[in-house]
C-alpha cells in the first residue's frame, strides 16, 4: 500500500465523516423546529448529560445516580424513537449515518486501518493504473453485432447468434458483477471484440464502484518486474493490487516473453485469485491447444477448470471498419 494512495483515502473518509455530521446536526434542526415533544426531550437529554457530567467531575460516590440518569437517557431515546415514527420519519433518522458502520468513517476499528480505508486506497492506485489504459473509451452502446452478421465459420458456426451469446452474457456479467462472479477466458482471432467487451465489461464494474485492474499482460508483468528488481522505486506495489482487486482484466495472454519470472508470475496471480475466489477476464489470441503447448499444465488446468470460455468468432472487425471507411470515401 503507497502511503500517498492511503493519505488521499484518509482525506476522503474523514470527509464522510464530516458529510455524516453536518447532515446529523441538519436532521436535529429539522426535527426541533418540527416535533416540539422531541425538542424538549433533548433538551431535557442535554441537561441530563450536564448533570452526569458534574456528578463526575464532583468526584463524587454517586453510582446509583448515574445508574438512574442513564435509564432517564434511554427511555428518552425511546420516546424521540416512538414519537419519529408516529410523525412519519424512520426510528434512526436522528442516529448519524455514517459510510462505514464499522469504524464511524475514522478509518481505524480494533487498533488497525479499517477495511473501508484499505478498499478505498487500493481503488485510488487502481484508478491511476488504469489512467493510461483506455478504460473508457469502449461500452456496450458502441460495440455492433452487425458485423457479425451472415457470417459462418469454418465449422458452419453462425457467427452472429455465437456473438449475440457472448454480448447478452457480457452485459449481464457487468450488471449483476460481484466479488463471487466467475472468471472469463476470452479467446479468439485478432480483431474481433475481445479487447472492446472486456473494457465495456470494466468501465460497467468500475461504475459500481468496484476496483477494477486494466491492462494488457506484458505491461502489468514487466511493472511488476520493474518493481521486485528495484528498477522502480516509486513504492508501488503491482502486485498486491493485481491480486486483490475485485475484477482483474489481463489483456493478450500470451504476447508477453517466455520468461521463468514472467511464468511464474502469471501462475501465481491465476492461481491466487482463484484460491480467493476473486474473478479474472483473460483474453487470448490462441486457443486451447496453443495455451497448453505455452503453459505449464499447473496454469492450464486451474484456467481450464475455473473460466467460463468464450470463443470469439467472425471476421476482423478493424479491417472490416477500415472497408466502410474506405467506401464512404
Ligand atoms: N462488435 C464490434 N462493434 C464495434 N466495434 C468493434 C466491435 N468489435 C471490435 N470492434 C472495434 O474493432 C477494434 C478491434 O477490436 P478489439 O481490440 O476488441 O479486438 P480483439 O479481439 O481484442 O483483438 P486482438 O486479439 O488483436 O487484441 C477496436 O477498435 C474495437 O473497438
Ligand atoms: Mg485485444
Ligand atoms: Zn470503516
Known amino acids: 500500500m503507497k502511503l500517498e494512495h492511503l493519505e488521499q483515502a484518509r482525506s476522503e473518509i474523514s470527509a464522510r465523516r464530516n458529510r455524516a455530521k453536518t447532515e446529523n446536526d441538519r436532521r436535529f434542526e429539522e426535527i426541533n423546529t418540527l416535533i416540539p415533544e422531541i425538542a424538549e426531550i433533548n433538551r431535557q437529554l442535554f441537561q441530563t448529560s450536564r448533570n452526569l457530567m458534574q456528578i463526575i467531575r464532583n468526584g463524587e460516590n454517586t453510582a446509583d445516580r448515574v445508574e438512574a440518569l442513564k435509564r432517564q437517557n434511554q427511555q428518552a431515546q425511546i420516546m424521540v424513537r416512538k414519537l419519529l415514527i408516529a410523525n412519519g420519519y424512520p426510528e434512526d433518522y436522528l442516529n448519524i449515518a455514517y459510510t462505514c458502520p464499522k469504524c464511524s468513517d475514522t478509518g481505524y476499528s480494533g487498533g488497525t486501518y479499517c477495511s473501508c480505508l484499505t478498499a478505498l486506497a487500493a481503488k485510488i492506485a487502481a484508478s491511476e493504473l488504469n489512467r493510461n489504459a483506455q478504460v473508457n473509451l469502449c461500452s456496450f452502446k458502441s460495440f455492433d453485432l452487425s458485423y457479425y452478421y451472415g457470417r459462418k465459420t469454418e465449422n458452419g458456426t453462425d457467427c452472429y447468434k455465437a456473438m449475440e451469446m457472448i454480448f447478452e452474457f457480457c452485459k449481464s456479467y457487468a450488471a449483476s458483477f460481484s466479488k463471487e462472479s ?92 482463484i484460491n480467493r475466489c476473486l474473478p479474472t477476464i483473460i483474453s487470448t489470441n490462441m486457443d486451447w491447444s496453443g495455451i497448453s503447448h505455452k503453459y505449464e499444465e499447473r496454469i492450464t488446468s486451474r484456467i481450464f477448470a475455473t473460466y467460463v470460455n468464450h470463443h470469439f468468432v467472425g471476421y476482423d472487425v478493424r479491417i472490416l471498419k477500415a472497408q466502410q471507411k474506405a467506401a464512404r470515401r
Do not use: W
Not at 494488457?216 to 522502480?232: K, P, T
Open 182 to 273: 466467475p472468471s472469463i477466458l476470452m479467446f479468439g482471432k485478432t480483431g474481433l471484440g475481445k479487447t472492446h467487451l472486456s473494457l465495456s465489461i470494466a468501465s460497467a464494474v468500475l461504475e459500481k464502484g468496484f476496483s477494477v485492474l486494466y491492462d494488457s499482460v506484458i505491461n502489468f508483468l514487466r511493472q511488476v518486474e520493474n518493481e521486485h528488481f528495484g528498477r522502480d522505486t516509486s513504492g508501488n506495489d503491482t502486485l498486491s493490487l493485481l491480486l486483490e482487486c475485485d475484477l482483474l482484466i489481463l489483456d493478450d495472454l500470451g504476447t508477453e516473453f517466455d520468461t521463468p519470472f514472467y511464468q511464474s508470475m502469471i501462475y501465481n496471480i491465476i492461481n491466487t485469485r
